[in-house]
């Protein structure tokens, strides 16, 4: 069963950056389907990004232009660059991942709302104004 470890959450003022990671264990598929998911305190949790392994991204419209995903696959880590945070932004952000995989992922295969994924533990952010 894969696994995956979260780090890099902490307090920012509004419009400063944080740089998150998560640490993929067991995962020795070719395909993927994985992403960045946050919840917010009351909230439903929300698709922040989901990437999948033919190179198709999609960030939730609240985010676009401020938050970059990435993969080093070499390392099994994948990112999420978050710059110019807001208030709105605080909340418990997971990494997930889609196991186990689709053999191939096609268009809208790969989708923000994460049903059926594995999720990791969820590291912390905070977005003072």
């Known amino acids: 069963q894969v696994q995956l470890v979260e780090s890099g959450g902490g307090s920012v003022q509004s419009g400063g950056s944080l740089r998150l990671s998560c640490e993929v264990f067991?995962?020795?598929?070719?395909?993927?389907?994985m992403g960045w998911f946050r919840q917010a305190p009351g909230k439903e949790r929300e698709g922040v990004v989901v990437?999948?392994?033919?190179?198709?991204?999609a960030y939730t419209d609240a985010v676009k232009g401020r938050f970059t995903i990435s993969r080093d696959n070499a390392k099994k880590m994948m990112y999420l660059q978050m710059n110019n945070l807001k208030p709105e932004d605080t909340a418990t952000y997971y990494c997930?991942?889609?196991?186990?995989?689709?053999?191939?992922?096609?268009?809208?295969?790969?989708?923000?709302?994460?049903?059926?994924?594995?999720y990791g533990r969820g590291t912390q952010v905070t977005v003072s104004s």
């Open positions: 997930a991942a889609d196991y186990p995989p689709l053999l191939f992922y096609g268009d809208g295969d790969c989708q923000l709302s994460g049903a059926g994924f594995t």
């Open positions: 067991r995962y020795t598929y070719s395909s993927y389907c």
């Open positions: 990437s999948d392994s033919d190179g198709v991204t």
